[in-house]
């Protein structure tokens, strides 16, 4: 059974810097593309940065220049370094893998259950 499990939210001033992780855990063959989305409430969730499997990245453009996706394929996580914090950037940030957990599976995509990034002014 696969389980994506993010740590490193919490509370920053305005201006400052989180890194968020998300390592994967369980059966899993081949791992394609990694990312990071978040969500606030009353509003769609949305992609903020992802990697694929070759390296290639891509950013939402309101975190480009601050934010950097990277990923450790060894360890199988993936981590989110987020710079110059803005008072628009808190939200519950969500990892999403996708991933064959087996060579005979279809890939599928997982979720993390979530971290909360606050910031303050």
């Known amino acids: 059974q696969v389980r994506l499990v993010e740590s490193g939210g919490g509370l920053v001033q305005s201006g400052g810097s989180l890194r968020l992780s998300c390592a994967a855990s369980?059966?899993?063959?081949?791992?394609?593309?990694m990312s990071w989305y978040r969500q606030v409430p009353g509003k769609q969730r949305e992609l903020v940065a992802g990697?694929?499997?070759?390296?290639?990245?891509n950013y939402a453009d309101s975190v480009k220049g601050r934010f950097t996706i990277f990923k450790n394929i060894t360890k199988k996580t993936v981590y989110l370094q987020m710079n110059t914090l803005r008072p628009e950037d808190p939200a519950v940030y969500y990892c999403n893998m996708n991933l064959r957990a087996t060579q005979d599976l279809a890939p599928y995509d997982y979720w993390g259950q979530g971290t909360q990034v606050t910031v303050s002014s």
């Open positions: 990697i694929t499997s070759r390296g290639n990245t």
């Open positions: 369980g059966s899993i063959f081949i791992i394609y593309t």
